[in-house]
């Protein structure tokens, strides 16, 4: 299953309301796994952005929707990558031979 990092960012809104964040982070989780996803860490992070998530997910479309179903709500705005494991790292890099 294909993994992605998702850097999020708290909104207005998002800050307004964070103490109920922990609440959020579970329905998310809940949103994730009811698309087929998993997560496998999140972490609250201090920098550039806010949260950092890694997660799993069947596909790029879900792992699309489940980032766009997050910026619906108001509470993040994200940006997500897709994240290629170290085999097939090593399996691209050897292709170009």
Known sequence: ???YVMLANWT???????NDGPKRVDAAKKMLEEMGGSFR???????QHDMVGIYD?????VA?????MLGQLGYVRTSS??????EAYRQ???SLR
């Open 12 to 18: 207005d809104q998002g800050l307004k309301a964070i």
């Open 81 to 86: 990558m897709k994240a290629f494991p170290e």
């Open 41 to 47: 860490s999140l972490y609250m992070t201090m920098g």
């Open 57 to 61: 997910a069947p596909d790029d479309a």
């Open 92 to 94: 691209i890099v050897n």
């Open 1 to 3: 299953m294909p993994t």
């Open 64 to 68: 699309a929707r489940f980032t766009l």
